[in-house]
């Protein structure tokens, strides 16, 4: 180029982005264009892959195709360290970046290979039409593949792992869903075409003249046998029943239940009910006349079976595993519905009343004394009861959550236990 007279107005370029030792060049270059030269012909575009960056599948495939580029390429990462000079290092840096370049360009060219492949095949294959899909479940599972993409990125983390376990069991539950509701959808479907095909009948023969003959006695006698014939049972479990009703008695014929039950009382009683009137619990009434053996005794046949169910021995304490479970003990349980019986006796105007004419000073003192708490100050009048009972009642509250949330042993065992979910899952069919 040197000595060239066509060349004119060089330039040399700096600009800070360029950290080489080379400059760019800028001149201008005369030329006359003659018939003997052919004429110039545009160069061809540089053709680049076009992928579609939002697609997530698209995505994962790029990734992979790039890592296995990039896995070629970790043996020269050391050896840019090893180079003896600063000129040295520079040049096989800039190797090696252009490597990696090409390794972006043969990943981009590879995906977009594989996507076109893809796309003939499935355009090939008769696609089964998928009722469910729609975007709700399009939209999970979009989340499924970013949560697999995070969760392989990040070394099969277990904070990733997590993550995509959840994705896809949203996806199943919705999944599940939709398929469920499939038969709804069909018979809403069929009932619209039914009723526009009746409503289009009905309108065909709206002015038509059309009689029907049927005799009176036979719609009676349809209506009759409709209403009062019973269908045929050919499995009739009511001998089965019977059975087992007459076993049991025989069984338990000798055994004291501690129940006097008279049926002629108990229907002369009902029968004297007054019109609105209607037979109900006791409320209450039924704890205070429990001695505090039979209490024992229900608590204890009570922690017998949550233990059996748990599976721990008998020996253990029952009050820790009851607190750990979110479940009332039965003293505490009994106390408050003798309590509730009491207030409500009080809050009554009509037994309050009764309470008024029949109970002095000591027979409030014994109303008050059954509930088995002891103060300083005895209660003298029933609004004194109501207010001692309202304050054991949240006395008894209090205690359940501080045990709940302070004692240690209640902490740990709930921890075990929620380690299982199976028992966890059977206890909570069990209360509920």
């Not at 003659?34 to 960056?53: E, F, H």
């Not at 049927?214 to 009739?236: G, M």
């Not at 005895?378 to 001692?388: G, N, R």
Request: charge should be positive; aromatic fraction near 8%; glycine fraction near 2%.
């Amino acid at each position: 180029m040197k000595g060239d007279s066509n060349i004119s107005k060089i330039e040399i370029l700096s600009s800070r982005s360029n950290l080489g030792d080379h400059k760019a060049l800028k001149c201008e270059y005369n030329i006359k264009i003659n018939k003997i030269y052919p004429s110039l012909k545009q160069a061809k575009p540089i053709q680049r892959p076009k992928i579609d960056w939002n697609d997530l599948k698209t995505r994962e495939i790029y990734q992979l195709k790039l890592n296995k580029e990039l896995e070629k390429l970790e043996s020269q990462v050391t050896s840019l360290s090893e180079e003896p000079t600063l000129e040295r290092t520079k040049v096989a840096l800039s190797s090696f970046l252009n490597q990696i370049s090409s390794a972006l360009i043969t990943a981009a060219h590879r995906t977009q290979n594989e996507n076109e492949t893809r796309k003939k095949i499935s355009q090939k294959k008769y696609k089964k039409k998928k009722n469910w899909w729609d975007s709700t479940m399009e939209h999970l599972h979009n989340k499924i593949v970013v949560a697999y993409i995070e969760y392989k990125a990040s070394s099969f983390a277990e904070v990733y792992k997590t993550k995509y376990l959840l994705a896809k069991t949203n996806f199943r539950k919705q999944n599940l869903h939709s398929r469920k509701e499939k038969h709804s959808k069909n018979l809403n479907k069929l009932f619209k075409m039914e009723r526009t095909k009746f409503w289009k009948t009905k309108n065909k023969m709206k002015n038509k003249d059309i009689r029907v003959e049927a005799k009176f006695e036979d719609i009676k006698n349809e209506y009759v046998n409709f209403f009062n014939t019973h269908n045929e049972v050919k499995h009739n479990k009511t001998e089965q029943i019977n059975e087992k009703v007459r076993a049991f008695i025989e069984t338990y014929k000798n055994t004291d239940f501690k129940i006097d039950i008279r049926p002629n009382t108990i229907k002369r009683l009902v029968n004297e009910l007054t019109n609105g009137k209607s037979i109900v619990l006791m409320y209450g009434l039924e704890t205070c006349d429990l001695k505090k053996t039979e209490i024992n005794g229900i608590k204890r046949t009570e922690g017998n079976i949550i233990k059996g169910i748990i599976g721990v021995p008998t020996r253990c304490k029952t009050t820790d595993l009851l607190h750990s479970l979110n479940i009332d003990e039965t003293r505490i349980y009994l106390e408050n519905q003798k309590l509730d019986f009491i207030l409500r006796l009080i809050n009554n105007k009509n037994t309050k009343s009764l309470l008024l004419e029949h109970l002095d000073g000591d027979g409030i003192v014994h109303l008050w004394s059954s509930t088995a708490y002891i103060f300083e100050d005895k209660p003298k009048t029933l609004d004194e009861v109501a207010s001692l009972c309202r304050i054991v009642s949240y006395l008894n509250k209090t205690e359940i959550d501080s045990e709940k949330r302070i004692n240690d042993t209640v902490k740990n065992i709930k921890k075990v236990l929620g380690a299982n979910s199976a028992i966890t899952f059977l206890l909570d069919r069990i209360m509920s």
